[in-house]
């Protein structure tokens, strides 16, 4: 059978050629030895398998030589891929989550819920609830960063109230008991808060620079989402610097993750390779069709915040005065104004009344660069600080005028 397969396509172009090939391939096999036949197929099988079990036991020499000669082979030239190590892949995790979990805690919240207008038309009986949520230390002696929408419960709905946290425990890693903690300061601008426990010899998280994070790399995301204590999720840096505006209308710059970030996961932290902290978990997008989209806020800029609530329970913004409403070409020329930020109102005594803005006013320029939202207008005014001098140009009746604001400290 061989010997016509092999006849058969070498009558392809030669047909005379092949058969006397064939006869002499025939006539040679006839002559093969014993050693040719059997001896050489066999030791060479015998290497073959020694070479494989030697690569799959970890002979380090022959395991070495073959992998590196693979590693050798350029991906563009050979069609091949470079190969990627599961086990690095592996140490990271470990080693980050190790490095990180020892600084992560568990935040309990508890509180009181008023039903307004029970189902019978009388007010019903006040209740506790309770919520969780992570956070990071950022102290030795008890100073732990998280999300000011986890220990500020208080709000006001149509059918009931919430009241102020009546109590805030933390709970370590590796420790099932319970801390009580106190509220440092909060800032509902930022969504951050800090909160304290009595407790010394903490384990401090380490900080990354989030200015120089990239696309695609390592990110794991640590926690304690539904209660479940310690707990860890890997992904990629999906985006930087992504600008999100949250349900209350508040607009955040961010990183986002493709690592899961579930309820509870709130203010715990991102983390990078190193195990140093990038972020500070905070929303996530939910829905049908939507899949991997968390977000955290930059750790660096939580840092000037961070130690103003500690040092003041607060953060001291430069402060205008005034409300204002942005115009865009077709409502200014509908009301014969001009595109700008209108302005509504001038608190008294504030930095800008004592400007000189009045209501009617119109900014248009703040600093030399033209503006028309309260959110540039604000945006230039927040690089400042506060008793710093602002320039800003306004539109009154037709004219321009520019004006100079001392700005002051945020009420």
């Not at 006539?27 to 059997?38: E, I, Q, T, W, Y």
């Not at 080693?95 to 935040?107: E, F, H, Q, T």
């Not at 696309?215 to 860890?232: D, K, R, T, Y």
């Not at 000037?304 to 040092?311: G, M």
């Amino acid at each position: 059978m061989e010997e016509k397969k092999s006849a058969n396509f070498k009558t392809v172009d030669k047909k005379q050629k092949s058969y006397s090939n064939f006869d002499s391939t025939k006539k040679s096999n006839s002559n093969l030895s014993f050693g040719n036949c059997f001896l050489i197929p066999f030791f060479s099988g015998v290497l073959g398998c020694i070479v494989v079990i030697a690569t799959c036991f970890g002979i380090p020499s022959v395991k070495s030589k073959l992998l590196n000669n693979q590693s050798n082979i350029n991906p563009e030239h050979s069609g091949y891929v470079a190969q990627t190590s599961l086990e690095n892949y592996s140490n990271t995790s470990v080693y980050a989550a190790n490095k990180v979990l020892p600084s992560i805690v568990g935040i309990k919240v508890e509180y009181n819920v008023n039903s307004l207008i029970s189902m019978f038309g009388n007010r019903a009986q006040t209740t506790t609830a309770t919520a969780s949520g992570s956070g990071i230390i950022i102290s030795e002696d008890g100073y732990i960063l998280t999300n000011n929408h986890i220990v500020a419960t208080a709000s006001s709905e149509s059918y009931y109230e919430v009241s102020e946290a009546t109590k805030l425990t933390v709970t370590l890693f590796n420790d099932e008991q319970e801390y009580e903690a106190k509220i440092v300061g909060t800032d509902e601008q930022t969504d951050l808060a800090v909160i304290k426990i009595e407790k010394d010899g903490l384990s401090k998280a380490e900080f990354a620079d989030s200015d120089n994070i990239k696309v695609g790399e390592f990110a794991m995301a640590v926690g304690n989402p539904l209660g479940m204590q310690s707990s860890i999720t890997c992904g990629v840096i999906s985006a930087v610097n992504r600008e999100v505006t949250d349900t209350d209308g508040k607009k955040f710059t961010l990183i986002q993750t493709d690592a899961a970030i579930n309820s509870g996961n709130s203010g715990g932290a991102l983390v990078n390779s190193e195990g140093k902290v990038i972020g500070i978990n905070t929303l996530k997008l939910s829905g049908t069709g939507i899949e991997g989209m968390g977000f955290a806020i930059p750790i660096n800029s939580t840092t000037d915040i961070t130690s103003q609530l500690i040092q003041y329970s607060k953060v001291k913004r430069p402060y205008i005065g005034i409300s204002g409403m942005d115009l865009d070409e077709k409502t200014a020329k509908n009301n014969n104004l001009v595109v700008g930020i209108y302005v509504k109102s001038v608190d008294d005594f504030s930095a800008g009344e004592k400007a000189g803005i009045k209501i009617g006013d119109v900014i248009i320029e703040a600093e030399g660069k033209k503006i028309s939202t309260m959110d540039e207008l604000n945006e230039i005014k927040n690089s400042h600080k506060i008793g710093d001098e602002m320039k800003i140009k306004v539109n009154r009746n037709g004219n321009e005028k520019d004006l100079t604001i001392t700005l002051g400290e945020q009420p």
